[in-house]
């Protein structure tokens, strides 16, 4: 998706994806991913993930939207400092450090701490060729990661993303150079992905784990 859409999307609040806890497949952390080593949440919105994620281990997100990164902190009642750093503006308190701007113009240095990744809506936010550069992207950025994905399925003549469908298959060619493992699978028909309906005749969201 452009950037464009996403910034019309935080600024007539339309966020259907937002959710108002912290996942239940980070909480029940099923591989024993979590841990203290700082983490990386590319995409990351205002997710409750973020703080979560935070009680455990430094994080650090990358979010293109101002609106996202001011609200996440007041919201949270969080008091951040702010530096303005070439094309990013760093928003920061002492377990939480947000470059808002592109991810794709992110470099390495920028997330240089980080071993794991966390990855809720991000991927499946993205168009297919965007997927491509976007995983490209993670692996310029970290050569070593150990990565939770959320990604979600569903029959794709019955509606268009975002949140787009992103199949068993196309995981495993995506990160064809990685360990990949699915490690669960939830049934949300008929349940709608956050604060939106879904009609489709099913909604699977599948929780991954993905080293290199
Ligand atoms: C579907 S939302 C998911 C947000 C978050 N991961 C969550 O679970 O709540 C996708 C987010 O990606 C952000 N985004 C889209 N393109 C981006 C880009 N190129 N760089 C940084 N953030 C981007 C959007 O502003 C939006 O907040």
């Known amino acids: 998706m452009q950037q464009d859409f996403w910034l019309q999307c935080w600024q007539q609040n339309q966020l259907g994806w937002q959710q108002d806890d912290a ?3 980070l909480r029940a952390d099923p591989s024993d991913w979590l841990n203290s080593s700082p983490v990386f949440v590319p995409l990351c919105g205002k997710s409750p993930d973020l703080l979560f994620l935070a009680q455990q281990a ?3 997100g990358a979010e293109l939207s101002e609106i996202a990164c001011r609200d996440f902190f007041a919201e949270n009642q ?3 400092t702010l530096n303005q750093s070439d094309v990013f503006v760093c928003y920061e308190t002492e377990a939480i450090r947000l470059w808002q701007g592109d991810f ?3 470099r390495p240095e920028q997330v240089a701490e ?3 990744i966390y990855d809720r809506a991000a991927l499946i936010a993205l168009p297919a060729p965007m997927r491509r550069d976007y995983v490209r992207q993670l692996r310029a950025l970290m050569p070593a990661a150990d990565m939770l994905l959320l ?3 569903y029959p794709v003549a019955e509606k268009n993303g975002p949140p787009f469908s992103v199949p068993v298959e196309e995981i495993s060619e995506l ?5 990949v493992t699915l490690l669960q699978q939830r049934d949300l028909t008929g349940q709608g992905f956050a604060r939106r309906r879904f009609e489709t005749s099913s909604l699977i969201e599948t929780c991954w784990r993905i080293r290199w």
């Open 58 to 60: 430094p994080v650090v």
């Open 104 to 106: 794709f113009a992110l």
């Open 175 to 179: 990160f064809g150079f990685a360990q």
């Open 114 to 116: 980080c071993r794991r």
């Open 151 to 153: 990604s979600l399925e």
């Open 78 to 80: 969080l008091q951040a």
């Open 23 to 25: 996942h239940p497949l």
